[in-house]
């Protein structure tokens, strides 16, 4: 059985947005699904953590020609930790054997296959770490990739920092892997056409 797993973040209520970000068109596809692309060659199961607005997403997981598991939180509204939280449990319940766990967000879409890939090869099972993704400038962020030992404090996680507390507590045990291209998460209108920009410039 596979010991990594990919925990994809979905669920947010994309509030700023004012729309469905999941299902924003990306190239010819939804962003989800572009990510889902992103992803693929890693050749690792893949949960995608739905909450909000969850019916349209978890059809369209459900018609993909490749199986995506999918879990809903009804707690989504208490923010990015509750979904973590959940989506650990669920993983982890169904596969116990785990050595660590990858968490992406679903709207970084400018994060490629090449430092997903770089993220896999920094990691040792069993040295208590945790590989995140560094910026330019220095800065950590997400996705970042959990030994099993963070597991139980990846379950207890509340509200809207997500991993980030968790990954400043064991700053120690971090090992940075720089993203060539960029990290920033995609919460406008604006955002949004100015990151598919980016990314049609580069196709």
């Known amino acids: 059985m596979t010991k990594l797993q990919v925990l994809l973040m979905a669920a947010g209520a994309s509030s700023r947005m004012g729309t469905q970000k999941a299902l924003l068109p990306w190239g010819a596809h939804t962003l989800l699904e572009h990510q889902l692309s992103v992803l693929h060659p890693l050749k690792l199961p893949v949960t995608v953590v739905l909450g909000a607005q969850a019916a349209a997403p978890m059809e369209l997981l459900?018609?993909?020609?490749?199986?995506?598991?999918?879990?809903?939180?009804?707690?989504w509204e208490k923010g990015l930790g509750t979904s973590i939280a959940?989506?650990?449990?669920?993983?982890?319940?169904?596969n116990p054997h785990l050595e660590g766990l990858l968490i992406a967000l679903a709207d970084q879409p400018l994060v490629e296959t090449s430092h997903f890939l770089k993220m896999l090869e920094s990691f040792q099972p069993g040295n208590a770490t945790?590989?995140?993704?560094?910026?330019?400038?220095?800065?950590?962020?997400?996705?970042a990739l959990f030994d099993v030992q963070y597991f139980p404090e990846l379950q207890k996680l509340q509200g809207d920092r997500g991993a980030?507390?968790?990954i400043?507590?064991?700053?120690?045990?971090?090992?940075?892997?720089?993203?060539?291209?960029?990290?920033?998460?995609m919460d406008t209108p604006?955002?949004?056409?100015?990151m598919l920009r980016n990314f049609n410039s580069r196709l």
């Open 86 to 94: 959940f989506g650990t449990q669920e993983v982890f319940k169904s």
């Open 130 to 143: 945790i590989v995140v993704s560094q910026s330019s400038d220095g800065h950590w962020s997400v996705p």
């Open 168 to 185: 400043q507590k064991h700053h120690a045990s971090v090992a940075p892997v720089i993203c060539e291209t960029s990290l920033e998460d």
């Open 190 to 194: 604006e955002a949004y056409q100015q």
């Open 62 to 75: 459900k018609n993909l020609p490749v199986p995506i598991n999918c879990c809903y939180n009804p707690l």
């Open 164 to 166: 980030m507390s968790l």
